[in-house]
């Protein structure tokens, strides 16, 4: 991919509720640009979930909704895992979402950023898990 330096920027934060008992839950992503945020939202539920599949599954979801290539600042509280996804019990999803911004033609860099903030941005849009948990495949 040519990058001549004046792509857009974006930020996504990812962030999660989940319950480990009844392995459902949901995930908050928020992508901000240039002062506009977008929130989106949605469930999970299934055996193997886990808060830091929610976490990635928000990236992934807010990642499709990219229309051109860009600059990602990826905003999580917690490490994604993308130098260890060969080793991850994640690297299932890690795959897909290094994919999906290979397709959108983003280049990208990871920040670990306070639980506070990731809330901060994604709040105003949580739902209850209830009503969101849907079976990923």
Same mark, same amino acid.
């Given at each position: 991919? !040519?990058?001549?330096?004046?792509?857009?920027?974006?930020?996504? $934060? @990812?962030?999660?509720?989940? &319950?480990?008992?009844?392995?459902? /839950?949901?995930?908050? #992503?928020? %992508?901000? $640009? &240039?002062?506009?945020?977008?929130?989106?939202? /949605?469930? *999970?539920?299934?055996? +193997?979930?886990?808060?830091?599949?929610?976490?990635?599954? /928000? %990236?992934?979801? #807010? =990642?499709? %909704?990219?229309?051109?290539?860009?600059?990602?600042?990826?905003?999580?509280?917690?490490?994604?895992?993308?130098?260890?996804?060969?080793? @991850? =019990?994640? /690297?299932?999803?890690?795959?897909?979402?290094? &994919?999906?911004?290979?397709?959108?033609?983003?280049? !990208?860099?990871? +920040?670990? =950023?306070?639980?506070?903030? =990731?809330?901060? *941005?994604?709040?105003?849009?949580?739902? @209850?898990?209830?009503?969101?948990?849907?079976? !990923?495949?």
């Amino acid at each position: 991919m !040519f990058y001549d330096g004046f792509m857009k920027h974006v930020t996504i $934060y @990812s962030d999660c509720r989940f &319950n480990y008992t009844t392995r459902e /839950g949901g995930y908050f #992503a928020a %992508l901000e $640009y &240039n002062g506009n945020v977008k929130r989106i939202s /949605g469930g *999970i539920a299934g055996r +193997k979930e886990t808060g830091n599949r929610a976490i990635l599954y /928000g %990236l992934i979801e #807010a =990642v499709k %909704l990219l229309k051109e290539p860009c600059e990602l600042t990826i905003s999580t509280c917690t490490p994604v895992g993308f130098k260890k996804r060969d080793e @991850s =019990v994640n /690297g299932d999803l890690i795959a897909i979402l290094l &994919n999906a911004m290979d397709e959108k033609g983003c280049v !990208f860099t990871e +920040k670990l =950023v306070s639980k506070e903030e =990731v809330r901060r *941005i994604t709040l105003s849009h949580r739902v @209850s898990r209830k009503k969101t948990a849907q079976v !990923f495949p």
